[in-house]
DNA sequence: TGCGCAGATGCAAATACTCGCATCAGCACA
DNA sequence: TGTGCTGATGCGAGTATTTGCATCTGCGCA
C-alpha cells in the first residue's frame, strides 16, 4: 500500500487539531490530565483511552501493545485489541507516550518525560546503552533550521556494534 | 520475550565473523561478488541467498519482504517466506542492504550503496522528504566519540510535521 | 571424492499489527 | 435536557513477522 498515506492523518480534527504542544507535557496520573489534553487536541474522551493511558503505571517502563491489551483486559475485558491499538498510536501522535522498535519483535511504548533518552543496541551481543538525548538534540535543531521541519525524536533505538565486541573480532 | 536476545547473534560464525567491512562495499549484480561477500562473513553461499540479493533490481529501489517474496517466488516457487525473512536480517547485518519503517505498515528494504539518504515523514500530511546524510553523519560521530559504538545509520525515517503542515494549524 | 557437522531451509503455528465496515456514543448545538 | 453528526469502538479478516523444530546441504576435512 505504499501510495495510501492516508491513515497519516486520519486522526485529526479539524483546525490546528493534532498539534503537538511547544511545552512538553508532564505525563499525570490523572484522568482530568488526559481528559484536558484530548479535548485541547480536539479527541474525544473515553473510558477505553482512559484506561489505556492508566495501563502506564510510571515513566521509564516499556510495555508492548499486548502487554499493554493484556493490563487493560484484565480490568475491561470488553475493551478490543485493535482500539490498544490505535489508541497508543493517537497518544504518540499527541505527544503522551513514545514508540520504539527495540529489535525485538514487539513495538515498545514509554511514557514520555522531559528527561528523553536513547538507546545503542549491538547487533552482535545484545547488549543495551542508553543514548544521552544530548547526542541527539543537535540533528534535532538542525533538521529544524535546514528543512524547517519539527521532528519527533523521542526515543531512538540505533543499531551497531559495542566496543567490546568490535575489539573481539579485530 | 524481553531477556532473550540470542538471536541477535545467532548467525555470526566463528571468530570475525559478521564483521562490517570499513569500506562501503558497493552492491554488484554479479553472484559472484556476494559469494565472495558471504565467504568472507563466515556465511554460506546457497541458491536461495543468490536468488534474493537478485530481487534488488538496483539501488534506490524500496521492496518490503512480501514484495521480494513475490519476486523470488516468480522464479524459485520453493523458496519460503521465512527463508526471505531471515535472509534480509543476514543481509543488513553484513551491511548490503537497509531496513526501514517508514510508517506503511510494512517495512521496507533496499540496497545500500555509497549515496546513503534518510526520510522526514511528515505525520499530518503524509509527505516525504529526503533528509541528506551530512545532516546525520555528525550523530554518528558523536556516538563513536563518546561511546566508542559503531552504529548503523543506512536509512533513517524519522517522523515530525512539516514546513507547510506547522503553518496550517498556527 | 566421500563423510560429517554446523548452519540453512522448509514448514507450520503463533504472534504482531493493520484495515474496512457496521454500530455506538461523546459532545456541539438547539 | 434532547438530538444528530462525526469520530471512536468492536469485530473479523487479512497481512506482516517471528519462532521452534525436523530435515537438508554447503563446505571443511580426511
Not at 545503542?120 to 552482535?124: A, S
Not at 565486541?165 to 579485530?170: E, K, T, V
Given at each position: ?118 538507546h ?5 551481543c545484545?547488549?543495551?546503552l ?34 567490546e ?6
Open positions: 500500500m505504499p501510495s495510501d498515506s492516508s491513515h497519516l492523518n486520519n486522526h485529526r480534527g479539524p483546525a490546528g487539531v493534532g498539534t503537538r504542544p511547544r511545552d512538553a507535557w508532564l505525563p499525570g496520573r490523572s484522568a482530568d490530565e488526559l481528559a484536558a489534553r484530548l479535548r485541547a487536541a480536539g479527541q474525544r474522551v473515553t473510558p477505553q483511552r482512559l484506561l489505556i493511558l492508566g495501563a502506564f503505571a510510571r515513566p521509564g517502563e516499556h510495555l508492548t501493545a499486548e502487554e499493554v491489551y493484556a493490563r487493560v483486559g484484565a480490568l475491561a475485558p470488553a475493551i478490543n485489541r485493535s482500539t490498544v491499538y490505535r489508541t497508543l498510536e493517537l497518544f504518540r501522535d499527541l505527544g503522551l507516550i513514545t514508540e520504539t522498535d527495540l529489535g525485538e519483535g514487539a513495538r515498545h511504548y514509554e511514557l514520555l518525560d522531559d528527561g528523553r533518552h536513547h545503542l543496541i549491538c547487533r552482535d545484545g547488549g543495551m542508553v543514548l544521552d538525548d544530548e547526542i541527539v538534540a543537535p540533528l534535532r535543531a538542525a533538521i529544524q533550521e535546514r528543512y524547517g521541519f519539527e521532528v519527533t525524536i523521542d526515543h531512538l533505538a540505533l543499531f551497531g556494534r559495542c566496543k565486541c568490535q575489539r573481539a573480532s579485530s
